[in-house]
């Protein structure tokens, strides 16, 4: 791999160029981010989790942070490796000998959550600096003592240096995201009056003796990086001007090797630290500019939404930082890099920011990579199938083009039938929305690659099971998608009549337009996922007014907290109104542009004068009524994405990534 970089470094020259850190040569400029994968079991090393760090130090990762790792007894947790004993040697051993072969340097990654916590319900083991609570689950900590602290400091210290007799290359203090060492360099969530608060020696004194000790066991050689708070986003807590005397402070010492800094905490600022396809590319490099100046000489680890390796060289080339750190990018393509450096950018399946890697609570999965830690996932393309059949694919959506490029690739005949005249499905809507640009990239990539492997379509075409039948197809993968569900209030005429459709087909008409218009844009919501509040979004830059009305207690229940956390601030920002606990009462009044709802528990009821559009977001129903056809006739059938059951884009791409497979 090695190889490939430095005959092709002529197109990436900054970022394919090395750099010596700690006295030792990185090949490239490329860190992997710690991202939590929750690949290994019973706190103990997997075969899959290697495979997984193997596949990114394969794809030209120069150094790879790991998730965090129990480094310290309390931290008895199943889905982290567990260092704070012997019984895991092996395991970190072969761990750490599968990556440093492939010449990129291994980091475990220390970190504790403290009192930090954004799943339901309140966490009684928490430790923390302080007895004040989360900002987001309320979850006070024990206060840890002085004595504890020492203890502590101790157990992280033998922790890297048996990392360290396993062939890790050093450790990664993970200090911000509102985690424990974030709450006791923050004034805002450390009031201690011992030595380890109050002024800035104080609360960076916890932190400090970590790096010291680490450094007195682990030696001169062993790298040592820290994460620090940028900018916490909480008022009283950590700002730019805090974050540059911290950083500072903590690398004065000179036993710190290289800085990233992270933005958010524990609150609801949480969204920051991975900021998605809403906001600009790159959103801390400005931030990463202004810190840098106050730590001369400290190298520096860009990261946050670097997506594009032209992006990345060019962040290295300006010397806004001598590192370029990935994360969800690397989980989308482990090839990223290879790919770009061997000309082939339009290769690279690109990440689509939507954060569900982040959110699944499942060993690490993608919404465009469904090969994620499998031993041949690394620029993967499939081998010819034994024997050549006719395909057929209905539907041109994330599932259907999966498929679809799939057979073909492995030799079939592939013919796709697609309602629409362009393929993409419901991606291709969400794309047309704010912040949707990325959703195109999984269709991207497969129509790309469907075109190399041959496939044939046929768009706007809508096929009946007899059209399929006399196609005489050896196998039919059925990807047709799914329909919103009539809301049971709604008369069926009201449907029927076209006076109350579904936000998808409302928004059509809507498409290209952008005269702002008179009167409320009203969504029923039961749908709850991201794509019906950027519809909200869409309409506000159309409408006086958006309402978006739910029977449900609260917005985005369906989106992860970060989603929902960003949802909710831009609604805020750009005045879109919600109603909670209310559902609709129909009557005739909305041909005369008035809408009654009611409260669901007290009956209250009022009144939305002025409607100009009302369209209903819920959840779907698979269209799948050709199956049975399809499968009378004595034809193999492969039922995929929400024709199979409506769920996520990742549910999609993986089942049609089977099916592809499996014809």
Same mark, same amino acid.
């Given at each position: *791999?090695s190889?490939?970089?430095?005959?092709?470094?002529?197109?990436?020259?900054?970022?394919?160029?090395?750099?010596?850190?700690?006295?030792?040569?990185?090949?490239?400029?490329?860190?992997?981010?710690? *991202?939590?994968t929750?690949?290994?079991?019973?706190?103990?090393?997997?075969?899959?989790?290697?495979?997984?760090h193997?596949?990114?130090?394969?794809?030209?990762?120069?150094?790879i942070?790991?998730?965090?790792?129990?480094?310290?007894?309390?931290?008895?947790?199943?889905?982290?490796?567990?260092?704070?004993?012997?019984?895991?040697?092996?395991?970190?051993?072969?761990?750490a000998?599968?990556?440093?072969?492939?010449?990129?340097?291994?980091?475990?990654?220390?970190?504790? &959550?403290?009192?930090?916590?954004?799943?339901?319900?309140r966490?009684?083991?928490?430790?923390?600096?302080?007895a004040?609570?989360?900002?987001?689950?309320?979850?006070?900590?024990?206060?840890?003592?002085?004595?504890?602290?020492? +203890?502590?400091?101790?157990s992280?210290?033998?922790?890297?240096?048996?990392?360290?007799?396993?062939?890790? @290359?050093?450790?990664?203090?993970?200090?911000?995201?509102?985690?424990?060492?974030?709450?006791?360099?923050?004034?805002?969530?450390?009031?201690?009056?011992?030595a380890?608060?109050?002024?800035?020696?104080?609360?960076?004194?916890? =932190?400090?003796?970590?790096?010291?000790?680490?450094?007195?066991?682990?030696?001169?050689?062993?790298?040592?990086?820290?994460?620090?708070?940028?900018?916490?986003?909480?008022?009283?807590?950590?700002?730019?001007?805090?974050?540059?005397?911290?950083?500072?402070?903590?690398?004065?010492?000179?036993?710190?090797?290289?800085?990233? !800094?992270?933005?958010? @905490?524990?609150?609801?600022?949480?969204?920051?630290?991975?900021?998605?396809?809403?906001?600009?590319?790159?959103?801390?490099?400005?931030l990463? +500019?202004?810190?840098?100046?106050?730590?001369?000489?400290?190298p520096?680890?860009?990261?946050?939404?670097?997506?594009?390796p032209?992006?990345?060289?060019?962040?290295?080339?300006?010397?806004?930082?001598?590192? =370029?750190?990935?994360?969800?990018?690397l989980?989308?393509?482990?090839?990223?890099?290879?790919?770009? #450096?061997?000309?082939?950018?339009?290769?690279?399946?690109?990440?689509?920011?939507?954060? @569900?890697?982040?959110?699944?609570?499942?060993?690490?999965?993608?919404?465009?990579?469904?090969?994620?830690?499998?031993?041949?996932?690394?620029?993967?393309?499939?081998?010819?199938?034994?024997?050549?059949?006719?395909?057929? =694919?209905?539907?041109?959506?994330?599932?259907?083009?999966?498929?679809?490029?799939?057979?073909?690739?492995?030799?079939?005949?592939?013919?796709?039938?697609?309602?629409?005249?362009?393929?993409?499905?419901? #991606?291709?809507?969400?794309a047309?929305?704010?912040?949707?640009?990325?959703?195109?990239? &999984?269709?991207?990539?497969?129509?790309?690659?469907?075109?190399?492997?041959?496939?044939?379509?046929?768009?706007?075409?809508?096929?009946?099971?007899?059209?399929?039948?006399a196609?005489?197809?050896? #196998?039919?993968?059925?990807?047709?998608?799914?329909?919103?569900?009539?809301?049971r209030?709604?008369?069926?005429?009201a449907?029927?009549?076209?006076?109350?459709?579904?936000?998808?087909?409302?928004?059509l008409?809507?498409?290209?337009?952008?005269?702002?218009?008179?009167?409320?844009?009203?969504?029923?919501?039961?749908?709850?996922?991201?794509?019906?509040?950027?519809?909200?979004? !869409?309409? +506000?830059?159309?409408?006086?007014?958006?309402?978006?009305?739910t029977?449900?207690?609260?917005?985005?229940?369906?989106?992860?907290?970060?989603?929902?956390?960003?949802?909710?601030?831009?609604?805020?920002?750009?005045?879109?109104?919600?109603?909670?606990?209310?559902?609709?009462?129909?009557n005739?009044?909305?041909?005369?542009?008035?809408?009654?709802?009611?409260?669901?528990?007290?009956?209250?009821?009022?009144?939305?004068?002025?409607?100009?559009?009302?369209?209903?977001?819920?959840?779907?129903?698979?269209?799948?009524?050709?199956?049975d056809?399809?499968?009378?006739?004595?034809?193999?059938?492969?039922?995929?994405?929400?024709?199979?059951?409506?769920?996520?884009?990742?549910?999609?791409?993986?089942?049609g990534?089977?099916a592809?497979?499996?014809?």
């Open positions: *791999m190889a490939v970089i430095q005959d092709n470094n002529a197109l990436y020259p900054a970022l394919l160029s090395p750099y010596t850190l700690r006295g030792g040569r990185l090949r490239n400029r490329v860190v992997h981010a710690s *991202m939590t929750r690949l290994a079991e019973h706190g103990r090393v997997t075969d899959r989790l290697i495979q997984y193997i596949n990114r130090a394969r794809g030209s990762a120069a150094l942070v790991t998730e965090p790792l129990s480094m310290a007894p309390h931290q008895d947790i199943p889905a982290k490796v567990r260092v704070w004993n012997d019984e895991n040697l092996d395991g970190l051993k072969r761990w000998a599968a990556v440093e072969s492939l010449d990129c340097r291994l980091l475990g990654q220390i970190q504790d &959550p403290g009192r930090g916590r954004h799943l339901p319900g966490n009684p083991h928490a430790v923390g600096a302080s004040l609570a989360d900002d987001i689950s309320g979850t006070v900590p024990h206060v840890l003592s002085g004595a504890e602290l020492e +203890r502590l400091v101790e992280f210290a033998q922790g890297a240096q048996r990392l360290q007799l396993c062939g890790f @290359s050093g450790v990664e203090l993970s200090c911000g995201h509102g985690h424990l060492f974030h709450q006791f360099l923050s004034p805002w969530s450390n009031v201690r009056s011992d380890y608060g109050g002024d800035l020696a104080g609360r960076t004194r916890f =932190v400090a003796q970590i790096v010291s000790a680490v450094r007195a066991l682990c030696g001169r050689q062993f790298i040592v990086a820290l994460k620090l708070p940028g900018n916490d986003g909480v008022a009283g807590g950590i700002g730019p001007v805090e974050a540059v005397r911290i950083a500072a402070h903590l690398t004065a010492s000179g036993d710190v090797d290289f800085l990233s !800094f992270a933005q958010g @905490s524990h609150a609801r600022s949480l969204e920051m630290h991975i900021p998605d396809s809403h906001g600009p590319r790159a959103p801390y490099l400005p990463v +500019r202004e810190l840098r100046r106050g730590i001369p000489g400290v520096v680890a860009a990261l946050g939404y670097i997506t594009d032209a992006e990345a060289d060019a962040i290295i080339a300006s010397g806004d930082a001598e590192l =370029v750190a990935l994360g969800r990018s989980i989308a393509d482990p090839a990223w890099l290879t790919k770009a #450096a061997q000309g082939r950018a339009h290769d690279i399946r690109y990440c689509v920011s939507r954060n @569900s890697c982040w959110s699944t609570g499942r060993p690490s999965a993608c919404d465009n990579n469904p090969r994620v830690a499998r031993s041949d996932e690394v620029d993967w393309w499939p081998a010819p199938a034994e024997r050549k059949r006719r395909v057929v =694919v209905v539907g041109a959506g994330v599932a259907g083009m999966e498929a679809a490029w799939i057979a073909a690739a492995r030799g079939h005949q592939v013919t796709v039938f697609g309602r629409t005249g362009e393929v993409g499905g419901k #991606a291709r809507l969400r047309l929305l704010p912040g949707g640009e990325t959703y195109r990239n &999984p269709v991207d990539y497969q129509l790309g690659a469907a075109r190399r492997a041959g496939v044939q379509f046929e768009l706007g075409v809508s096929v009946t099971a007899s059209d399929v039948i196609l005489r197809p050896d #196998a039919v993968v059925l990807a047709s998608g799914s329909n919103m569900v009539v809301p209030w709604l008369p069926a005429d449907v029927t009549s076209g006076l109350v459709p579904d936000l998808r087909s409302a928004l008409p809507l498409l290209g337009r952008s005269n702002r218009q008179h009167g409320a844009a009203v969504i029923y919501d039961l749908d709850h996922t991201e794509g019906t509040y950027a519809a909200a979004e !869409f309409l +506000r830059a159309r409408f006086e007014r958006v309402v978006v009305i029977p449900r207690d609260s917005l985005a229940q369906e989106a992860p907290v970060v989603t929902c956390q960003a949802i909710l601030r831009r609604f805020g920002q750009q005045g879109i109104e919600s109603l909670v606990l209310t559902d609709l009462k129909w005739d009044s909305l041909e005369e542009a008035k809408l009654e709802y009611v409260h669901v528990y007290n009956g209250t009821t009022s009144a939305i004068e002025d409607v100009a559009f009302f369209a209903y977001s819920t959840p779907r129903t698979p269209e799948d009524a050709l199956a056809p399809l499968r009378a006739a004595g034809i193999e059938v492969h039922v995929v994405g929400d024709c199979k059951y409506p769920r996520t884009m990742l549910d999609a791409t993986a089942e990534h089977a592809g497979n499996a014809v």
